[in-house]
């Protein structure tokens, strides 16, 4: 993703409503709205009222809820992978403290009490094969295939036999830590998922010298 996009979407969550644009002020409070509550729950009137334009500047900057919807999920992407990329590109880490370093990463968001879970989960439940919204699907799609590559190239230096399963079984913690921290709210998951990638990958690498 252009890093002066992901730059703009962070301005979103540290800038007060009132003082951003028409456009962001708009994706700002959908934003806040489609996570809390659900895309399908909140209605293009509510995201009008609540982020104080009117409707032909919503209209001008986003033609259709499914454009709003697919700018929200990419915001929500950008975030996110910016997040991982800071934790997981510290020179100091080796190749398995890398892959570590997501857990980490995904703590602070788990302890904080507007945790909500997993946006793309989320908008596959809201959105499946039969919606006729293929903007939302792709950015859905594409979510989950850099999340995959990013593990993947994260997974490669440790040199594994089966380097495909490894990648799999994290990116399976990754996703139901997310769903535990959001049911459980126990501040604990985040690490108790970081103890068992780094038993998987521990065991992976002890296959691999075998």
Not at 59 to 85: C, D, G, I
Request: aromatic residues 8%.
């Amino acid at each position: 993703m252009d890093m002066a996009e992901v730059t703009g979407f962070a301005d979103l969550e540290t800038q007060p409503l009132a003082a951003l644009a028409p456009r962001e002020r708009i994706l700002k409070t959908a934003s806040d709205l489609f996570y809390r509550f659900s895309v399908h729950s909140v209605g293009i009137d509510r995201i009008i009222a609540e982020s104080g334009v009117a409707k032909m500047t919503f209209y001008k900057h986003f033609p259709s809820k499914a454009n709003l919807v697919a700018t929200y999920l990419r915001h929500k992407s950008a975030l996110w992978f910016q997040m991982l990329e800071t934790a997981t590109e510290d020179p100091g880490l080796s190749p398995s403290e890398r892959i570590l370093a997501i857990f980490d990463a995904l703590d602070g968001p788990f302890r904080s009490p507007a945790f909500r879970g997993c946006p793309f989960v989320k908008g596959m439940a809201e959105f499946g094969p039969d919606a006729d919204v293929p903007d939302v699907q792709a950015t859905i799609t594409a979510y989950f295939k850099g999340l995959h590559d990013l593990v993947a190239a994260l997974v490669e230096p440790l040199g594994l036999n089966r380097p495909e399963r490894t990648v799999m079984q994290i990116l399976s913690l990754i996703q139901g830590a997310i769903v535990m921290a959001q049911s459980t709210r126990d501040p604990l998951v985040a690490e108790a998922n970081r103890d068992a990638a780094r038993l998987l990958i521990e065991n992976a690498a002890a296959s691999a010298g075998a």
